[in-house]
């Protein structure tokens, strides 16, 4: 079969390889989609922890091909979407509840290979049927909507909030639809390109802001601002140090940030301390997506999400390694590799 080799930090591409066989708890997954996210360009850079020679791809689905010999509960047939943090259950942190943080967590498609392949073992316990019925390419978007919708369980938002998200790729315009679904009345966005702050307005901003024409602190929470004195919640979606920096003075007095953007490893930040204590900032990060796929994948199929207007381009595996060794092209939200296009 084709897979995507990432053999070594800078270096990826295409190669034939041996089809995988499924163990006696596994599925086999003919891959219909798998999203590029932006952690496989930091994988690429070497600026996210990974286990070369690997198959890259974490956010994919597709149709089970063959069954475990000690799987119930699928069959050769079935669509199915992959929660890719497949954890120990056995450390202190799998025991507490908190298996995003599992000491001996291993993803597919980073430590094991991943989907951007004609096929993909995945684990049983790990996979999620489908509708049968649903666009192939949607089941791709059930991982980054499951660690978006982690990052809205952990940010508290209540009905007639207020909201600000920094940064428009996908995880910014998932977490304005699901701000909006939780009942948040104000729902702010700040990016630099205008394609994206106008379908953010589509899907449910309530207003955008262009940080290369307008200071982000005022425009959104100065005196005359679109909330003065800052919003309920601040999502960090962008994962670079301006808009980090930026979070931390949009909220207000006793507000809550969100860090859900990744940021490449070893970047560093500036806050005030006395600032976060005087305000009494709440500050949490928001890693993975515990206990959400599933609800994502519910979320998906009902429709209640937008997932077509995301979708920038489609592209055979022969261009994927291409797509993920260079910068997202302007106005680019989600690149889906389809090993089916011609």
Known sequence: MRAVRLEAVGSIGLQDVGKPIAGPDDLLVRIEACGVCGTDRHLFHGEFPCRPPVTPGHEFSGIVEAVGADVSGFCVGDRVTGDPNIACGRCVHCHAGR?????????IGIHRDGGFADYVVLPHKQAFILPAGLNPLHGAFCEPLGCCLHGVDLAGIRPGGSVAVLGGGVIGLLTVQLARLAGATTIILSTRQASRRALAEELGATSTVDPTAADVIYAISGPSGLAPGGVDVVFECAGVKETVEQSMRLARAGG??????????????????FDLLFRELKVVGSFLNPFTHRRAADLIASGAIEIDRLISRQVPLEEAADVIANPPAPGEVKVLVVPGLA
Request: with cysteine; net charge negative; charged share 10%.
């Open 99 to 107: 298996v995003n943080l599992c000491s001996n967590l291993s993803a």
């Open 256 to 273: 809550t940030v969100v860090i859900v953007g990744v940021t490449p490893q070893g970047m560093k930040a500036e806050f005030e301390p």
